[in-house]
């Protein structure tokens, strides 16, 4: 299995176009109860793929981060397969995982990265603590290559929702509460298999 280095930079690179969501919403499977809140866009790259194969992709993806990240946590996915039922920690691992595969629709077919809001709702609510570099929801680390290139990897959007230049809804504690996250647990976010 070949894994990403950085989901969002990986969409970064990728085209998006605006998608019917009025008409396939119900294809975005665990996501389906978030995307219905907003027009999503989809990867512009898969000549030949409909809309709703897309569609289905994309919510294949986003439930494989989902699941993913609860077992990261030491949670059973089997206990949490209706997470609007749950509390807001899990709440807030799917609403990341949806908002990172069904980002807002641009016009200009980039990738609208989930809102700093996203990141800062999960580290509050799941009471994530900093045990090590304390990298933050917002960075942008540069790393010099052996070939001489220089590599750019970065974290959320410094942006919080709801806003027109990322992908989310409003937090639920005040923008002004900045808060850390894990360097290992946003190494594990980003660190997903490619599907």
């Keep these: 299995m070949q894994f990403e280095h950085n989901v969002l930079d990986n969409h970064t690179k990728r085209p998006w176009y605006c998608a019917d969501s009025s008409a396939i919403w119900r294809r975005s499977g665990?996501?389906?109860?978030?995307?219905?809140?907003?027009?999503?866009?989809?990867?512009?790259?898969q000549p030949g793929s409909t809309q709703?194969?897309?569609?289905?992709?994309?919510?294949?993806?986003?439930?494989?981060?989902?699941?993913?990240?609860?077992?990261?946590?030491?949670?059973?996915?089997?206990?949490?397969?209706?997470?609007?039922?749950?509390?807001?920690?899990?709440?807030?691992?799917?609403?990341?995982?949806?908002?990172?595969?069904f980002p807002r629709c641009h016009q200009s077919g980039r990738y609208l990265r989930p809102c700093a809001s996203t990141?800062?709702?999960?580290?509050?609510?799941?009471?994530?603590?900093?045990?090590d570099e304390g990298v933050q929801c917002v960075f942008k680390h540069e790393t010099d290559l052996n070939d001489g290139s220089i590599k750019v990897e970065e974290g959320y959007d410094r942006h919080h929702g709801p806003s027109p230049?990322?992908?989310?809804?409003a937090a639920s504690l005040s923008p002004t509460i900045w808060l850390g996250a894990l360097a290992v647990v946003l190494r594990h976010w980003v660190a997903l298999p490619a599907l």
């Design 52 to 101: 709703e194969e897309l569609a289905l992709a994309q919510g294949r993806k986003a439930l494989t981060a989902y699941v993913s990240h609860l077992t990261g946590m030491g949670y059973d996915f089997w206990d949490y397969t209706e997470p609007w039922k749950h509390d807001d920690c899990i709440q807030s691992v799917w609403k990341m995982s949806c908002y990172t595969y």
């Design 119 to 131: 990141c800062e709702s999960y580290v509050h609510t799941c009471k994530v603590q900093c045990c």
């Design 30 to 45: 665990i996501c389906e109860r978030i995307v219905v809140g907003y027009e999503f866009a989809l990867p512009g790259d």
């Design 165 to 169: 230049l990322c992908t989310g809804a």
